[in-house]
């Protein structure tokens, strides 16, 4: 666990962080560099939630494609452009069909080639149906009209709260100087006039229409809404910020008037009639002939629309679902939204900026109190992904959520969190093994690494086992070697118990001089502790024999180890002051476990542990319990033990079960039997020396309220 950062001080960076990403992204917003990257999530999710309307059946395409040129120009001999009369043919079948309405994606701005009555012939028809829709070109560059021509009647329109709204929201956008105007002939007949002017986006991509646009102070619907008021010539009209009316349909607009469509799909999505089968299916019908559309009904009480998609007629666009989409098909598509009441809504500006900041909050918190790898990568990417599912969710109930600038506020939170964290990592690693690398070996530091909450520092209480050792009689054999042979012989003996001690997992707390101490089960746990300090022991000891040969030729002698072993409660962690410190122990634990060491000189051994580490042990080692003593410095007896190897204590368990004979007798007072007992032994077994001296003693000079217990005068 970093040392410096308290739960409390990491959730609050973690805002502070989602926050500083919340910031970037929404900044980057404003300025609008995420358009274009927003632009494509915009088509990828049209693409993918594009499905059919309710009211996508009710609306029919009639299509100008090249199979009809050619079949003009094959089969009746007639090149581009064609007779008005032909398009007649075209209103004629709508009629007979009993098509509701008729819209004309075609500007009829010039007078026939063919004459006059070439344009009277379209008008009659268009005058006969009642409810076609003429077509208008709207322009802010230069055109035919400045002024609204004396010869086309004026549309009539009249939208409640249009003054109003031009003032608030200075949308000029939909107001148009200059006008591309139909022939009287068609202007005059049409049921409606409609402006089939499109604005794409930046990128290029129709994505957006205007409902209305006002020329000279009249007002122009656009192509679709134009087919739904031929229908409904009564409706009423009304605009405020955010919201139109048309009749009793609601259409979310932005500033500029602009409504966002909901595509349905591909080209096609709608379904289209090649303007050859039309006409020649009313030019059959009119001579009792059996037509190419087989189907009467297919135009029955649909809305049809009439434009061009062959490639030479220059009216295929770009749009979210498809690269080559129909014009004509664009405003299909707004009629299509306006009767399923389907338009999408871009999302309060409110709305955005709280669930930005949300996201990008709950992402600087759970990614920087996070610090396992895994964690990091579940927490990373289910954020990353977040955004996507809010967003397609959003799409589904018809609301419009930018999804670059919640993605871009979770990537910058995340970010800054890693980067953070990596930082303190680093230095956390470093601390780690600045303060450990000269108590534990590289692999128990490398744990801690990869796992510091198991470090708790600044001081805990913690049951541990403790190792106390030294040198017998080494200040006299260091008084016959230089400084620098000393120095060598101390190193080559303390790395040799230190790497046995690192090797069971111990801490080694510090060296004073020949005296090692050490512990376990901190920093890191171990359940085993009170077993790996007693195998650290006898492996000490057996490595020590090994290298007699060396210590004989150095210093002149063998060198002999005594080792004190105590289990117990105590507090450990760094201690010192705010510059220098130590990761140490303190407790009464401890202090029994340098009295034992010391223990070992009065019976004649070599390790002695406590029965509170006996208490520990299982069955890996042999005991031969020593005496109940009492120690300097503590009240309380406490019963110690020589640990030994099973094997050892195999080839020695007759004498050791003799010795405990004479333990027995000597805790009960039975001196006597007890000096014989140790007596025996004591040619071969220091303590049994020991135990028959204390004896001989006691039996000059007895003890009132006997006890069992071995007093100790001296450490």
Known sequence: MDRHLTAGRRLLYGVLFGLAGAFVALGLQYLGALDPWEAKTWDWRASLLAKPGKATDQIRLILLDQGSLDWAKEQVGLTWPWPREIYSAVVD???????????????????????????????????????????????????????????????????????????????????????????????????????????????????????????????????????????????????????????????????????????????????????????????????????????????????????????????????????????????????????????LRDAAPWLTFSLVTLLAVACGVLTFGTRRTAAIVLVSAGFLCLPIVICLAAYSKGLWLPLMVQELAAASSISLALLSNYAIEGRQKRFIKNAFQQYLSPAVIEQLIQHPERLKLGGERRVLSIFFSDLQGFTSISEHLSPEALTSLLNEYLSAMTDIIHEEGGTVDKYEGDAIIAFWNAPIEAEDHAARAVRAALRCQARLKEMSSYFREHAGSELFMRIGINTGPAVVGNMGSHTRFDYTMLGDAVNLASRLEGVNKRFGTYTIISEFTVQLLGDEFGLRRLARVAVVGRKEPVTIFEPMLRQEYESRREALQAFGKGLDWFERGSFAQARAAFLELSAHDPAAAAYAEECQRLMASPLEGWQGVWVLSTK
């Open 93 to 343: 079948y709508c009629q007979r069909s009993g098509a509701r309405a008729l819209a004309f994606d075609v500007l009829f701005t010039e007078p026939s080639s063919y004459g006059v009555g070439d344009d009277q012939a379209l008008g009659a028809a268009m005058s006969r149906f009642r409810r076609v829709v003429g077509s208008v070109f709207l322009a802010h560059t230069p055109a035919q009209k400045t002024r609204w021509p004396a010869t086309i009647p004026y549309p009539g329109f009249k939208v409640e709260g249009l003054d109003a709204w031009l003032r608030l929201t200075r949308a000029k956008e939909i107001v148009f100087p200059n006008a591309t105007m139909p022939i009287p002939e068609v202007a005059r007949s049409a049921a409606v006039l409609s402006n089939v002017h499109l604005d794409p986006d930046p990128d290029g991509l129709y994505r957006r229409t205007t409902l209305l646009s006002l020329f000279d102070g009249q007002v122009l619907p656009g192509l679709g809404a134009g087919a739904f008021l031929s229908v409904h010539p009564g409706a009423s009209m009304s605009i405020k910020p955010g919201q139109m009316i048309i009749g009793d349909r609601s259409v979310p607009i932005d500033g500029k008037g602009r409504a966002l469509l909901r595509f349905r799909g591909p080209a096609g999505v709608h379904r289209a009639y090649s303007a050859a089968a039309v006409i020649q299916s009313e030019l059959r019908l009119r001579q009792g002939e059996k037509p190419p559309i087989q189907d009467g009904g297919a135009f029955r009480d649909k809305y049809v629309f009439f434009g061009f998609s062959a490639p030479g007629l220059y009216d295929l666009r770009s749009v979210p679902v498809a690269s080559v989409y129909p014009g004509v098909e664009v405003h299909a598509t707004v009629l299509d939204n306006l009767l399923s009441g389907d338009f």
